[in-house]
């Protein structure tokens, strides 16, 4: 069965500070991953899609890696800033899935002053 | 200006009504989703249709039925509602060409409340 397991949950960092947000997935053939961010109260924003080919992408002060062979991803936020409070998810599109992704449960970030 | 737009934003509603969530997309795009996200965040797609035709289908009741009038068009009608159907339903769509990696554009949900 496919699946997409994140960590960690949820996490609190202060401002201005560095995370690391971890994805890790059993999808198999696999096409690219996809970071995306949810706002609370709105749809998730695609923050960075990586193919299995792609070790790292950045988007800003977002940085997302792909590790194919270990089915591991993560995203690293840089310099963090109060907006970049909200769920992160990563998902997955399997080859050949008719654009079928499947999504984490995502990691919740809280930034604080 | 919103590139997918869904309505209601909120519904509330008693147990056994029906009712219905549009959504509309003004990208140009060919194909559109519909997904619940449950209590505990998990996006799980339901439906999915291609130029107004139904390509995926995921084992949900069949209380639910999508309707795409056109490819800018997925409404989602709910017959005889049940409290588990209290979730965020959003539409998403996509073009399927060969280099867009199919990103999907997600609209801003509509937080359905059965009583």
């Known amino acids: 069965k496919n699946q997409v397991e994140q960590s960690p949950q949820s996490l609190i960092i202060l401002e201005g500070k560095n995370c690391t947000l971890q994805?890790?997935?059993?999808?198999?053939?696999?096409?690219?991953l996809r970071w995306y961010k949810q706002d609370t109260g709105r749809g998730p924003v695609s923050l960075t899609i990586m193919t299995f080919s792609e070790n790292t992408k950045s988007n800003g002060r977002y940085t997302a890696t792909l590790d194919a062979d270990t089915k591991q991803s993560s995203l690293h936020i840089t310099a963090s800033q109060l907006s970049d409070s909200a769920s992160y998810i990563c998902?997955?599109?399997?080859?050949?899935?008719?654009?079928?992704?499947?999504f984490g449960g995502g990691t919740r970030v809280l930034v604080k002053p | 200006d919103t590139a997918v737009s869904q309505t209601p934003k909120y519904l509330v509603t008693q147990m056994g009504n029906d009712k219905s969530i549009k959504c509309e997309q003004n990208l140009g795009h060919d194909t559109m989703y519909w997904y619940k996200q449950d209590s505990k965040k998990f996006l799980k797609i339901m439906f999915s249709?291609?130029?107004?035709?139904?390509?995926i289908n995921e084992t949900v009741p069949n209380r639910f039925s999508p309707k795409s009038p056109d490819k800018a068009h997925l409404n989602l009608h709910i017959n005889s509602l049940e409290l588990g159907d209290s979730a965020v339903y959003f539409c998403?769509?996509?073009?399927?060409?060969?280099?867009?990696?199919?990103?999907?554009?997600f609209g801003p949900g509509t937080r359905l409340t059965v009583l």
């Open positions: 998403a769509s996509s073009n399927s060409g060969s280099r867009s990696y199919n990103e999907q554009f």
């Open positions: 998902v997955v599109s399997p080859k050949a899935a008719g654009n079928k992704l499947t």
């Open positions: 994805c890790n997935y059993t999808v198999s053939p696999f096409s690219n």
């Open positions: 249709y291609n130029n107004k035709e139904l390509i």
